[in-house]
């Protein structure tokens, strides 16, 4: 703990940890001292100058060491000839500040009045205008008139397209450089820069495309001026006309709290529209931060011109038909059910398949689940919180991919001193800022985290830290490689000292999921299929938020040789194309319901707008069908399955709504009274969540029954122990995952189209591109388990010359690693 | 590419800088020798060089006042007409220059050979009217100047110019 020194604002007495900044000293105490370079996340700079104070300090005897005393016994002060920036200027014991008297509120006016004489004042059509910091602080702290000449304001260029995702007004601009420098310190991408100096100094990008960051959304949030809009809120709504809503992004596996605008619209009927998302505050799982996918595509997909919808008759009638379809194959059914559900609908799902007598599986290709809930992170865990002592492992996981917010946090914990361990078989974002890297061959992944102990530094940092963090993913790995791959490393735990194995916090393997939920469904014993395929022939199957017969055509010719297809969704996907039933759900904005995240963390989400007509919450559906087929279940809200789940999961026990909505008080502080300090993200009111227990209750040996309560999971067979060889004119291809892709909810995003084409392909090094005659965009023909598909050829310097990426969800289905023949499409042309 | 064309400079460059990236401002000027200006490929080069961004370059670039993106004349004349060298006639100079140049500022003549620029103090009042002539990665000061005197400057280096290229400011 850090010494506390005190120091008095504006006569009220402080106390704040040495280091400290007197302007985040002063916010902790209720004070406001305005600023706009400053951010509380961020180095201080003290380039806008705004945060100008008066300071006094107490004169010391250098004879003595002692504070010299005035006539009265005070501390004799010393106050510098000038105002001094408060954001730059670290606390000291007995310091005096003064934050409102006159010569400091002059100081700040005339900063103001300075800043505004290169600012256009278009508030009335500026998108900021409402919910802007300069606008705020102007009313609070500036002028009332200008003494600079109204004509002789300072123009540049407006709807500057920094990328397609990002909009910059060059002369609303302050150049206060958060937007830089959120770039290159806290993202690690320094695609924006300065350019020129003095008044024609502007913010500038060179990168191909333009603003190059899976983050760049956060700008808009912590720009305090309406230089940097998102393409999708300019000119979209007033800042005041808009109602917000607590929810989860549904995206990935790190359950970023976030807040979604709707107002209503003459456009939508007068109905409600989701207007942005924007990040709500957890320190704990986002901070302030959230990614562009999150802000682009996590909901987007839920207002698609493809949502299914029946009226209240033909949904009737289909229940019913399901119904009698499920009832009479009772142990006959296989139920399949994706991530994407919420905990309530995992859970009565549960309950039906027990009840009925049928089988439910996860629908996923990412095993390895029985290790997570086993080893998972314990309560009280925050990746904020690791650094030096503490080592992460991040294996077979391309994390700024998958999991963006993950690769923040732990390129921060880098930062902080942790130790941070990235094996991959290809270079990933995180490679930058890791400590050691360690490069396998695809098929080797078991075997390299088998014999990380053995290796002398990484095993010293393994053995030796306080807290280890394993993220294991499935790149280039399917069901049965990531399961081995769980597997060993939940080993490394179990081979550490029990001092380091007990549960607690910071400690666990995480699995980087495809989905926000998988974390929940194994949470209560759903595990996926070994063979899926084998599984489905002759059932009554039902699908319930997956496209199986979209990710793999054999799963499709599958589906057609079952007895009856049901398919629940919320879109319209191949499988519901080809489904006899089809039950149209409510989209996860429209209902209410938890998710668990990757890092165990149960997280409300709230209905930010009314259920479409015709769609109902995936839990209620289930209920429904269940009542028809004579079984009673809970389906009138999720507040009440929880409390079932609460009832009966041991992994859940404790949880309430109530608990899941407490907050407590975070730093910094964010939001709407507040914008000018943290951004205009969303402080959280609607609860922080809660980590789920490793159930003390439940031995290991007990939790294996839990898991095969529904379903054997499958074997854990021993990975090959040499990496997968291709042999001549072979090329191995593996499935690896990128950030923007096909996906069921990421296809509609239509502003994310050019980036979700980015990575339509397959990749491949630029030397076996050459060998095969192939060229970066020209066509090829991949053949893999007797199918040829054809396919863009994109190059990648990073990779081995034995390998093709096939990135998920673009259409060539790849389940496990496979030997692919490559050849072009065209005679290749001479270059 | 400067690491084709360049290979014993960039190494002796590296050479000066324990921190890779400190050799930034020699790069830039390496890569402007040739052409007066740096190519975006050539800032692309760079940062792949540093480990920096190509925005982290461009920046510099853009900060720094020799440093030009763009194609201009094979000189850049830079006149100071801040109001000391003002007071010193540097704004009437300047003028008359144009004049006989018969280009405005920021404009570049017919054939090429020289940009006329305004800029900023150059640390010379006292010899005012005064400019500098850059050329590539070199400058060269030419003070207590006439319009006559630097005519006559013009014409030396238009000749040169035909006889050896990089004779002028060296």
Request: avoid cysteine; proline fraction near 6%; charged fraction near 20%.
């Given at each position: 703990m850090a010494k506390l020194i005190n120091l008095k604002i504006n006569g009220k007495p402080v106390s704040v940890p040495e280091g400290t900044m007197v302007v985040d000293a002063a916010k902790k105490a209720g004070i406001d001292i305005p600023v706009f370079c400053y951010h509380p996340k961020m180095e201080p700079v003290a380039m806008c100058r705004q945060c100008l104070v008066e300071i006094g300090r107490p004169v010391i005897d250098r004879a003595t060491g002692q504070p010299v005393l005035e006539e009265n016994g005070q501390p004799k002060l010393q106050f510098g000839p000038k105002l001094e920036t408060s954001c730059s200027t670290p606390v000291s014991e007995g310091m005096v500040v003064i934050t409102d008297s006159e010569k400091a509120r002059a100081g700040q006016r005339e900063i103001l009045e300075l800043l505004l004489t290169s600012h256009p004042l278009d508030c009335p059509v500026c998108d900021k205008g409402g919910e802007c910091p300069l606008q705020n602080l102007t009313m609070k702290f500036g002028p009332k008139e200008s003494r600079f000449l109204y004509d002789e304001k300072h123009h540049a260029e407006k709807h500057?397209?920094?990328?397609?995702?990002i909009f910059l007004d060059r002369e609303r601009c302050i150049q206060c450089a958060r937007c830089v420098r959120f770039q290159s310190d806290i993202a690690g991408e320094p695609v924006l820069g300065f350019s020129q100096r003095g008044r024609h100094t502007e913010i500038v990008t060179y990168s191909d495309p333009g603003f190059?960051?899976?983050?760049?959304?956060n700008t808009t949030d912590i720009c305090p001026v309406g230089a940097l809009t998102t393409a999708d809120f300019?000119?979209?709504?007033?800042?005041?006309e808009l109602k917000s809503s607590a929810s989860i992004c549904s995206q990935c596996p790190v359950g970023c709290n976030v807040t979604f605008n709707v107002r209503r619209e003459v456009k939508a009927g007068g109905g409600y529209v989701i207007k942005r998302a924007m990040p709500r505050q957890n320190e704990q799982v986002n901070e302030i931060w959230m990614c562009d996918k999150g802000r682009f595509a996590g909901y987007q997909y839920t207002e698609a011109d493809s949502r299914l919808k029946l009226d209240s008759p033909e949904l009737d009638q289909a229940l019913s038909q399901a119904a009698v379809k499920l009832a009479e194959s009772a142990s006959q059914a296989v139920f399949l059910a994706g991530g994407r559900l919420s905990n309530e609908d995992f859970y009565t799902l549960k309950q039906f398949a027990t009840r009925l007598g049928a089988k439910a599986y996860l629908y996923?290709?990412?095993?390895?689940g029985e290790y997570t809930t086993r080893y998972g992170l314990a309560p009280g865990s925050n990746l904020g919180n690791l650094g030096k002592g503490d080592t992460v492992l991040v294996v077979a996981s391309d994390l700024y991919h998958e999991a963006p917010l993950w690769y923040l946090r732990l390129k921060a914990a880098a930062k902080r001193g942790a130790t941070l361990i990235v094996a991959n078989a290809r270079a990933t974002k995180l490679d930058e800022f890791a400590t050691f890297v360690i490069r396998y061959s695809y098929g080797d992944e078991v075997e390299t985290v088998k014999s990380l102990s053995s290796k002398e530094k990484v095993g010293e940092a393994i053995k030796n830290t306080h807290h280890l963090v394993i993220f294991y993913g499935a790149d280039g790995l399917g069901l049965t490689g990531t399961t081995a791959l769980a597997q060993a490393c939940a080993d490394l735990f179990t081979s550490l000292p029990v001092s380091q194995t007990a549960p607690k916090a910071n400690n666990g393997l995480i699995g980087v999921w495809s989905t926000p939920n998988q974390q929940g469904a194994l949470e209560m014993g759903f595990a996926p299929c070994a063979d899926l395929a084998a599984e489905l022939k002759d059932k009554t199957v039902y699908i319930l938020a997956a496209d199986p017969a979209g990710d793999d055509p054999t799963l499709a010719e599958a589906l057609k040789g079952a007895k009856a297809v049901i398919a629940q969704d919320i879109l319209e996907t191949e499988t519901t194309r080809l489904a006899n039933i089809v039950l149209p759900a409510a989209a996860y904005t429209e209902r209410e319901g938890t998710f668990t995240s990757g890092e165990r963390r149960v997280q409300r989400f709230y209905p930010a707008v009314p259920a479409r007509p015709g769609t109902k919450a995936d839990f209620a559906l289930i209920a429904e069908l269940a009542k028809r087929c004579g079984i009673d279940l809970e389906g009138r809200s999720a507040l009440l399955v929880m409390n079932q789940i609460v009832a009966n999961e041991p992994a859940f026990s404790g949880i309430t709504y109530a608990k899941l909505a407490e907050v407590t008080e975070q730093w910094p502080i964010i939001g709407r009274s507040d914008l000018f300090y943290g951004g205009t993200g969303y402080e959280n009111k609607q609860g922080l969540g809660v980590t789920l227990s490793l159930t003390p209750g439940v031995s290991p040996q007990g939790r294996d029954k839990q898991a095969t309560l529904l379903s054997p999971s499958p074997a854990a067979k021993e990975m090959r122990g040499e990496g997968l060889r291709p042999k001549e004119d072979e090329l191995l291809a593996v499935p690896i995952t990128k950030?923007?892709?096909?996906?069921t909810t990421v296809a509609p995003a239509k502003l994310l189209a050019a980036h979700i084409a980015r990575f339509d392909g397959v990749f491949v090094n630029p030397a076996t591109a050459k060998k095969y005659g192939l060229e970066n965009g020209s066509q090829a023909r991949v053949s893999l388990n007797g199918v040829t598909y054809s396919a863009s050829v994109l190059l990648d310097e990073?990779?081995?010359?034995?390998v093709v990426l096939i990135p998920r969800s673009f259409g060539i289905p790849l389940a496990e690693p496979a030997f692919v023949l490559l050849t072009a499409l065209e005679p290749a042309q001479e270059a | 590419m400067l690491t084709e064309k360049y290979p014993s400079e960039i190494q002796a460059i590296f050479a000066k800088y324990p921190v890779k990236r400190s050799a930034v401002m020699p790069l830039l000027y390496l890569a402007q020798r040739e052409e007066g200006y740096i190519t975006k490929e050539n800032m692309q080069e760079i940062a792949n060089l540093l480990d920096l961004d190509v925005t982290e370059v461009a920046g510099i670039v853009g900060f720094y006042t020799m440093f030009h993106d763009e194609k201009a004349g094979k000189y850049r004349m830079q006149v100071c007409t801040d109001l000391p060298c003002a007071l010193r006639g540097a704004d009437a100079f300047l003028e008359a220059l144009c004049d006989n140049l018969g280009i405005r500022v920021g404009e570049t003549t017919p054939d090429g050979l020289i940009t006329l620029e305004e800029v900023k103090c150059l640390g010379g009042c006292h010899r005012a009217p005064l400019f500098q002539i850059q050329e590539g990665d070199m400058v060269a000061f030419h003070e207590n100047m006439t319009v006559e005197k630097t005519m006559e400057l013009v014409e030396a280096l238009r000749k040169s110019v035909n006889s050896s290229p990089r004779a002028a400011t060296a």
């Open positions: 500057f397209p920094l990328g397609d995702l190059d960051s899976v983050f760049s959304g300019r000119f979209g709504a007033r800042p005041w996923t290709r990412h095993g390895g950030l923007y892709d096909n996906g990073s990779i081995s010359t034995g | -």
